[in-house]
């Protein structure tokens, strides 16, 4: 903070009046608002080499005629500089209205035109003032670079959302698909994160921030990134408007083949649908950040329109069983769902994907156990001879008629709130007669008295299913 405040003094002659933290979106760049004699944006980075690359692209990018905000003044050890305050209205936070109602009026998709119809001259006019070598952390879009991002989609959102999968037949088809990726490359510049939230408006103008990690790569990739962004939510009649803007301004420079390019184009959307779901896995399974989590399900229900099933039938078929989980069904409830789920303590408690931490888990393991005997040992609490053992041998009767009554009264209050969420975890040794049973009766308790819609998972069984809400 120090020294941003003093490249400010000797900037302009006078320390900030104020400084006060912007928030960031998942980078490890910290952003502040600097106010007083001019009002800037002073930036602290972690790397000098991602600043070399900023402030170089930043310079390549006005020669070309591309508006970017300028660089003032940067700090002697390169960490920490100063930039153009482009305010806080992004082209995201201007279709706000449109993603909500789901209709994009004229004037906002002749905004998104203008916007992709500038993308164009930043491809094919910073190569000509640029030099590469600068690039962070690496100047080519190559098989090195995909992979690392077709790794972060198994890594951090399959093993984050913890489903089974064959990671054989996984790599198998990464494989092809990295290969298609890269079978056709102008080489221009890859802007990389070529989307609504890192485009400001200043009096209806575009402005372009967050370019930092570019590259040498393909034309598709960044159109591909913005028309594609799942959380823009942007209509088919929008999306298919931004490519014909597009490609009449792609024409002043190459001559593309339609039917070629939307092929491509389609196989970069499910490629970056792909790593955002990485990011979206590490940001909100890991991270816990409820914004990420709250993004998936849209993104999955694009890539399963989009992935050609012929070319890649593991990877579509892994995305559409994903798309069923109950954690993602229930996001797209604006109504209260009841998750319900029975597990077993070897395992650990079940996590709450809402991030809100609302509701309860109930311990089971007090309850006389049928698992001690043989007759039930390979049963679970949705066998008969199970159910027959706990009404008549053990107190479960009672516990839960405790447990109804501290559920039927957070569902009745949160009903009354507008809350979406609630969850309510079983537990017991092994997650399969005690806690089974449990959960059975609560959500069917839950159901029948409150008429919401409840999501019964039993982790140790694999079963899931889904109590319609009452209408």
Not at 31 to 38: S, T
Not at 47 to 70: D, K
Not at 195 to 202: A, D, E, F, T, Y
Not at 430 to 453: T, W
């Amino acid at each position: 903070m120090e020294k941003l405040k003093n490249l400010y003094n000797n900037e302009f002659g006078s320390e900030p009046q104020s400084v006060v933290r912007l928030t960031g979106d998942g980078s490890n760049r910290v952003y502040y608002r600097m106010i007083g004699v001019a009002d800037v944006i002073g930036v602290v980075g972690t790397s000098v080499e991602e600043n070399r690359a900023f402030i170089a692209l930043s310079r390549a990018m006005q020669e070309c005629g591309v508006a970017v905000p300028a660089v003032i003044a940067v700090s002697d050890d390169e960490l920490c500089y100063i930039q153009d305050d482009l305010g806080d209205v992004s082209l995201y936070g201007a279709m706000t209205s449109a993603r909500e109602n789901g209709v994009f009026k004229t004037e906002d998709v002749e905004c998104l035109c203008r916007v992709v119809a500038e993308l164009p001259k930043i491809q094919f006019g910073v190569p000509v003032h640029f030099d590469f070598s600068l690039c962070y952390p690496v100047s080519d879009f190559n098989e090195r670079t995909v992979m690392w991002d077709l790794n972060y989609f198994k890594y951090c959102f399959l093993k984050g959302v913890g489903v089974e999968f064959n990671e054989n037949r996984l790599e198998d088809e990464f494989v092809k698909l990295t290969k298609m990726l890269l079978s056709d490359n102008d080489n221009v510049f890859l802007y990389r994160d070529f989307q609504s939230r890192n485009v400001m408006l200043q009096d209806g103008k575009p402005f372009f921030i967050d370019f930092q990690g570019g590259r040498r790569g393909p034309i598709y990739y960044d159109i591909a990134s913005f028309v594609g962004q799942a959380r823009a939510k942007y209509t088919a009649a929008a999306v298919s408007s931004m490519i014909d803007a597009y490609l009449d301004a792609l024409a002043a420079y190459k001559s593309v083949d339609r039917v070629r390019f939307m092929k491509m184009l389609q196989l970069f959307r499910v490629f970056r649908l792909l790593q955002n779901l990485g990011a979206y896995g590490y940001r909100g399974l890991f991270e816990r950040k409820k914004a990420f989590v709250e993004s998936i399900p849209a993104a999955l229900g694009q890539l399963g329109v989009l992935i050609d099933s012929g070319e890649f039938p593991y990877l579509s078929s892994l995305v559409e069983e994903i798309a069923m989980q109950p954690m993602f069904v229930r996001l797209e409830s604006k109504e209260l769902v009841v998750d319900v789920v029975s597990f077993s303590y070897k395992r650990g408690i079940p996590d709450d994907i809402s991030g809100n931490g609302g509701g309860f888990v109930f311990d089971c393991r007090a309850i006389h156990n049928p698992g001690r005997y043989e007759p039930y040992k390979k049963l679970t609490g949705m066998d008969e001879p199970v159910i027959k053992f706990l009404e008549t041998e053990s107190n479960i009767a009672e516990f839960l008629e405790n447990a109804y009554a501290l559920v039927d009264n957070m569902v009745d209050t949160y009903k009354k709130r507008g809350f979406t969420h609630v969850q309510v975890c079983c537990g017991c040794t092994g997650g399969q007669h005690r806690s089974v049973y449990s959960a059975e009766h609560i959500a069917r308790h839950v159901a029948d008295k409150f008429g919401v819609k409840v999501i019964v998972t039993h982790k140790m069984q694999g079963v899931h299913y889904v109590i319609e809400a009452k209408t």
